[in-house]
Nanobody, 119 residues
Framework: QVQLVESGGGLVQPGGSLRLSCAAS????????LGWYRQAPGKQRELVAL???????NYADSVKGRFTISRDNAKNTVYLQMNSLKPEDTAIYYC?????????????WGQGAQVTVSS
């Protein structure tokens, strides 16, 4: 059974920092592309950051220079370090793991972690 479990969300003031973690089980973690997505109220889910199995990263323009995605394959965990947080970063943040074996797709989501940026 595949599980992705996020932790580390919460309430933070503008300009503050949070680190999200996503612990995975039931998959060959090192082979997967890992991502963080977010969904704000009334908006579509959007990509925040990706990290490939080789360690290459990609970020949404809105978070470049403020957020950092990383992975620890020994711990089956992906992280999102969020600095200089803004009220517009408020959303539910979802962890994602995806792989494309021989033309098919294995795609898994976590349950989400609420991040609220407010004074």
């Amino acid at each position: 059974q595949v599980q992705l479990v996020e932790s580390g969300g919460g309430l933070v003031q503008p300009g503050g920092s949070l680190r999200l973690s996503c612990a995975a089980s039931g998959i060959t973690f090192s082979a997967y592309v890992l991502g963080w997505y977010r969904q704000a109220p009334g908006k579509q889910r959007e990509l925040v950051a990706l990290i490939t199995s080789g360690g290459s990263t990609n970020y949404a323009d809105s978070v470049k220079g403020r957020f950092t995605i990383s992975r620890d394959n020994a711990k089956n965990t992906v992280y999102l370090q969020m600095n200089s947080l803004k009220p517009e970063d408020t959303a539910i943040y979802y962890c994602n793991a995806v792989i494309y074996p021989q033309g098919s797709i294995n795609n898994y989501w976590g349950q989400g972690a609420q991040v609220t940026v407010s004074s």
